[in-house]
């Protein structure tokens, strides 16, 4: 007779992700996991496997979580000029107040694994390329009603948008300096006029 789960699995998968973010891939060892999500090492491996898939899951997680937010606020934009100044202010404000300093899952993911797995690696890439279109397609909007300049293909705009998140996050990382992260955020957008 097959056992009932008695747990909250996305419960399990969000304390995962948490840990996941806050140690990385390699420091994270299964003893860990299951210490942390309070399931047995049977459960664990017989509800999501190991912990490369533990990982596939939880990364998953957070870009269904943080991507997509992103995204729709970029996507149901009025002005693309205060929506990209409030998202990136968004980005500082969380980096000083994490008080694990641990930047963008994603982006940790980008550095310490996606070089060296190609299914991460391929889903490291697919939620940048999603993230640039959405970026891409408001810079497209801002371009037609004048808001952002034309100066620059929309295309690289939105892949140098991206970039300087990403960075914000990772410097935000090893030097939390309000005011360096605001100039960084303000010589950024001062490209988009």
Not at 9 to 17: D, R
Not at 19 to 36: E, I, M, P, Q
Not at 110 to 135: P, Y
């Amino acid at each position: 007779m097959a056992r009932v789960k008695t747990f909250d699995q996305h419960e399990v998968l969000e304390k995962a992700m948490q840990l996941f973010w806050t140690k990385g891939y390699y420091d994270t060892s299964v003893n860990d996991l299951v210490k942390h999500t309070g399931l047995s090492r049977s459960s664990l491996y017989d509800t999501y496997g190991d912990k490369h898939r533990l990982y596939i899951l939880a990364l998953k997680k957070y870009q269904e979580d943080m991507g997509s937010a992103m995204k729709k606020l970029v996507e149901s934009a009025d002005s693309i000029k205060d929506t990209l100044n409030q998202l990136f202010r968004m980005a500082i404000n969380d980096s000083l107040e994490d008080k694990f300093n641990r930047g963008c899952f994603m982006v940790n993911t980008s550095v310490e694994v996606g070089h060296r797995n190609e299914e991460i690696g391929n889903l490291v890439r697919a939620n940048q390329d999603d993230i640039e279109k959405a970026f891409r397609k408001a810079i497209k909007k801002g371009q037609k009603t004048g808001e952002i300049s034309k100066k620059h293909k929309s295309k690289s705009l939105a892949r140098f948008l991206f970039n300087t998140y990403a960075g914000l996050k990772v410097n935000a990382k090893h030097n939390p300096s309000q005011k360096q992260l605001e100039n960084i955020v303000n010589v950024a957008l001062s490209a988009i006029d």
